[in-house]
């Protein structure tokens, strides 16, 4: 390659030289382009990469402080009717309730939002989880029919 470089001509050379001048200063400009405008998308992520990374945080601190919490007493399982029936009445959901074996059946009339809050919060107080809910359409109004069955110990 040096050998066909010195052979050209002065003038020649330089034109090459100029050329290869032209293509690697291209480049850097390339380059920096490219540096600046990755820069600047940074520049414009940044705030919500770390919003994300406080609520992660925040999530974090509140998991150890589930984890840190003792598990709530299990209520025994003739006590469970009456239990499930008053946290049924203090949602306006009419609800009876009967040990089946290793379960719980409930059947009442409620509306939706009311049932799955009171859902949530047998599942939360109690650890209680239905393994069959059945519900009938809504009458005008706006109770529906329930059927739910629990499983006692599920966790």
Known sequence: MFA?????????RRLLLLAAMVLVGGGLVAVAEHLADERE?????????????????????GLAALRERPPAAATPLE??????????N?????????????????SGHATLPALIDWLA?????????PGRLE?????????ARFEAVFEVGSK
């Open 79 to 88: 006590a469970l009717p009456d239990s499930i029936r008053a946290a049924a």
């Open 41 to 61: 998308r940074l520049a414009r992520s940044l705030p919500a990469a770390r919003l994300a990374y406080l609520g992660m945080e925040q999530d974090s601190l």
């Open 135 to 143: 519900l009938q359409s809504a009458s005008a109004d706006g109770r």
């Open 90 to 106: 203090a949602r306006a959901i009419e609800a009876e309730a009967r040990v089946a074996g290793d379960r719980v059946e409930v």
């Open 121 to 129: 919060a047998l599942h939360a107080e109690q650890r209680l989880r």
């Open 4 to 12: 066909w470089y010195a052979a050209r001509a002065p003038r020649e």
